[in-house]
């Protein structure tokens, strides 16, 4: 039963930003104590907005609801518009009132929490949001609901065919409930672009540039698949993959695999796969996955995009690290 639990808000209080709690209705536990669901309303003609701009911006996304949705347009001309911002929203008093909802499953030994952030315009009084937000627990099931249970396969109909949409980046948590996952991957994923953009910047573009200028007939153009060079690494990020399609002076270009030991600072130019040849520049992603799905998992080329770390002992001990006697068999040093 949703109340004034100071127990549920001691776990907030120990989790969050303190300012997120402000205006703290109460909550409500699962019978089995291993699930929560919290509340608070706040009243924005009360509080400084820019106070709590920055920490909203951090909630991923806000919905809106109990406004009239032609006060939130702002025309450009007669037949074109755009929406307004949220400051715009809040300085004209579409939205009076912002709640963030907390619900979270107590999992591993600790706790996940999801944040949500909403809006609420003026078509309902004070005592008509906060009822909403307070019934919500007592729906039947709301314990049970699918973000507290594992992830079911998200399916498509195509012709009278039933087709599984793959997320590889979802399938090392697919035995977490959803709430976990969701959370897991977007840790481990802002995590391993901030390595991405840390080891690209430090190591590996200084890297190519050495190569350009010490050995210029066999690399004079490193080419990145996307934004940034594509990057394999396991989670403990103790050594790195990296590749690019690479132009030698006779404007033929070829795939070539080269390691970071973060170690040892050592580079050293894979050697496993021998590089084809051609004759222009492509998008050569698929021509990665043709490589590793012959000694990996990786056998689709969402796994070039996702939050998804090369984990597989065999892969490393194997294919890339393997020894003949004091020498790597697959590792040139550069």
Not at 100 to 117: A, H, S
Not at 158 to 185: C, H, W, Y
Request: with cysteine; glycine share 4%; net charge negative.
């Amino acid at each position: 039963m949703f109340n004034y639990n100071s127990d549920l808000e001691a776990i907030l209080l120990s989790r969050v930003n303190a300012k997120l709690l402000v205006g703290y209705l109460g909550g409500a536990f699962s019978p089995q104590k291993d699930k929560l669901y919290a509340a608070t309303l706040v009243d924005i003609s009360t509080i400084d907005y820019d106070d709590f701009a920055y920490l909203h911006e951090q909630v991923n996304g806000h919905s809106i609801t109990n406004f009239d949705p032609e006060l939130t347009k702002k025309y450009i001309s007669n037949n074109s518009w755009q929406y307004k911002s949220t400051e715009e929203c809040i300085e004209e008093g579409i939205y009076q009132y912002f709640s963030i909802i907390f619900t979270g499953i107590y999992f591993e030994q600790q706790w996940f929490i999801i944040k949500e952030l909403c809006f609420y315009g003026d078509l309902k009084p004070e005592r008509d949001i906060k009822e909403n937000i307070i019934k919500i627990t007592d729906y039947e099931n709301f314990w049970e609901q699918s973000i507290f249970r594992p992830q079911e396969p998200l399916t498509i109909n195509r012709d009278g065919e039933t087709i599984t949409i793959r997320r590889v980046e979802m399938e090392e948590f697919k035995d977490n409930p959803s709430l976990v996952a969701l959370l897991k991957q977007g840790k481990k994923e802002k995590i391993n672009r901030l390595y991405n953009n840390y080891i690209e910047a430090e190591f590996i573009v200084p890297f190519f540039e050495r190569l350009r200028i010490n050995y210029s007939q066999q690399y004079q153009e490193f080419e990145a698949l996307r934004v940034g060079y594509t990057t394999i690494f396991p989670e403990h990020k103790s050594y790195t993959l990296f590749c690019s399609l690479v132009k030698d002076a006779d404007k033929n270009y070829a795939l070539y695999y080269f390691l970071f030991d973060t170690r040892t600072r050592k580079f050293y130019r894979w050697t496993y796969f021998t590089p084809i040849g051609f004759d222009f520049s492509f998008f050569y992603g698929q021509l990665i996955i043709d490589d590793l799905k012959q000694i990996s998992q990786w056998n689709d080329i969402d796994f070039l995009d996702s939050s998804c770390t090369m984990d597989d002992e065999a892969f490393w001990d194997n294919y890339v690290f393997a020894r003949n006697g004091n020498h790597y068999t697959f590792l040139e040093e550069l």
